[in-house]
């Protein structure tokens, strides 16, 4: 009885809790990643040149006026970009499902598979990373 469970239980931790043994080839992993970091880097390019623009224009316009530092006017532009991205929410999205790469075909189990979860998980925070890098890209033009 012991041995069963733990037989179970190695099965489990080995397939991701989800009992199935087929192993998912690194293509799909590689097709979920890019399907996953795309509307990250999107959004994280956007969302950075937002704040990075509209943070030097209130600079510009209202920081002597309302006696901002430029944190205080970063804050701002923080608000504008983040308004922004609420309006924008899913357009990311949206765009890579209908242009990007086609979500694989898998079953419940492979997707709650800790495998694919991973590649979910680190391929949308290194997307974001990206997105937020390339979104500096204002900088270059501001003196």
Same mark, same amino acid.
């Given at each position: 009885?012991?041995?069963?469970? =733990?037989?179970? =239980? +190695?099965?489990?931790?080995?397939?991701? @809790?989800?009992?199935?043994?087929?192993?998912?080839?690194?293509? +799909? !992993?590689?097709?979920?990643? !890019?399907?996953?970091?795309?509307?990250?880097?999107?959004?994280?390019?956007?969302?950075?040149? $937002? $704040? +990075?623009?509209?943070? /030097?224009?209130? /600079?510009? !316009? $209202?920081?002597?006026?309302?006696?901002?530092? @430029?944190?205080?006017?970063? =804050?701002?532009?923080?608000?504008?970009?983040?308004?922004? @991205?609420?309006?924008?929410?899913?357009?990311? /999205?949206?765009?890579?499902?209908? #242009? @990007?790469?086609?979500?694989?075909?898998?079953?419940?189990?492979?997707?709650?598979?800790?495998?694919?979860?991973?590649?979910?998980?680190?391929?949308?925070?290194?997307?974001?990373?990206?997105?937020?890098?390339?979104?500096?890209?204002? !900088? #270059?033009?501001? /003196?």
């Amino acid at each position: 009885e012991h041995r069963e469970w =733990a037989r179970q =239980a +190695v099965s489990r931790r080995a397939t991701g @809790g989800t009992g199935s043994s087929r192993d998912i080839n690194w293509r +799909v !992993l590689l097709k979920i990643g !890019l399907q996953t970091a795309c509307p990250f880097v999107a959004f994280g390019m956007l969302d950075n040149s $937002l $704040l +990075v623009l509209s943070g /030097d224009l209130i /600079d510009s !316009l $209202l920081g002597e006026r309302l006696d901002l530092s @430029g944190m205080g006017a970063a =804050a701002m532009g923080g608000i504008v970009s983040g308004t922004m @991205g609420i309006q924008m929410h899913g357009l990311a /999205d949206r765009l890579v499902q209908k #242009y @990007g790469p086609s979500r694989p075909r898998l079953t419940p189990q492979e997707w709650r598979m800790s495998k694919t979860k991973r590649t979910i998980h680190w391929c949308g925070t290194l997307g974001l990373i990206l997105g937020l890098s390339l979104g500096m890209f204002p !900088l #270059y033009f501001i /003196d």
